[in-house]
């Protein structure tokens, strides 16, 4: 393609919503050929690559988010279909799951409240602010739903969203290593595990393990994302009645 070319091609997408859907489905194919190349290199998560990526397009182009989202929320679509199709190996795996539903119960209950209160406990001694602690509590679920109980709770929804980005990369991360080092080997227990505490992310790197691993992450995801709206609101209110906040 010549330089003319080229510059047509970007006078029509910049003009056009195509341009935040091109950019992204470009930067994430970046960011997966690297992380193929690089062994993959937990640090060079293609989420974390494709972000970055997204973020320096926009410096440097000076396109504010919502002239990119106009592109984007293609992709931001697809993600309802693709959660609903996280059923199919999960169904594939229901015999497993009929067998340990209760420590899979224990499992996704334990996980919701020690990660919130962990979560509130090391940050307020670290200093930080009652709406930061509140903005923190729904960390390890899916954007969506972290924002609406943040927003109930009393906590910034915009927080709320970076804080479950960072702990979904976080997770994706080093769930692996993680799993390694206590040298767990089930696949449901690291599936569970990743669900609970990475969300869509975890649920992504799980299925390139196993689609046993992507399967268990997420059905944690979405029934960790259900028990931490019923129960987190209470969990605050007797936090706070302990004089934690």
């Known amino acids: 393609m010549t330089e003319n070319q080229l510059s047509h091609l970007w006078v029509y997408l910049s003009a056009s919503p195509l341009m935040g859907l091109t950019m992204t489905l470009v930067a994430y194919t970046l960011a997966l050929k690297l992380y193929e190349k690089s062994g993959k290199n937990a640090l060079l998560h293609p989420v974390v690559v494709a972000i970055a990526l997204l973020i320096l397009f926009l410096s440097l182009s000076e396109m504010s988010y919502e002239d990119y989202f106009e592109g984007g929320q293609f992709i931001h679509f697809l993600l309802g279909p693709a959660t609903v199709a996280l059923a199919v190996p999960l169904y594939k795996q229901f015999s497993k799951l009929k067998q340990t539903w209760f ?18 406990v090391i940050a307020r001694a670290s200093g930080a602010s009652l709406e930061t602690l509140l903005s923190l509590a729904p960390k390890s679920v899916t954007v969506p739903i972290a924002m609406g109980i943040s927003e109930k709770i009393g906590g910034l929804p915009s927080l709320t969203a970076v804080l479950v980005v960072v702990t979904g990369i976080l997770g994706a991360i080093m769930g692996i290593k993680l799993f390694q080092l206590l040298k767990i080997k089930e696949d449901s227990v690291k599936g569970i595990a990743m669900g609970v505490t990475a969300h869509g992310i975890g649920t992504a790197r799980s299925f390139q393990e196993s689609s046993e691993m992507g399967a268990f992450s997420g059905l944690a995801m979405a029934l960790s994302a259900v028990l931490t709206a019923l129960i987190l609101p209470y969990l605050v209110t007797f936090l706070h009645w302990l004089e934690l906040f």
């Open 103 to 120: 420590p899979v119960s224990l499992a996704l209950f334990s996980g919701v409240v020690i990660g919130a209160i962990s979560s509130i």
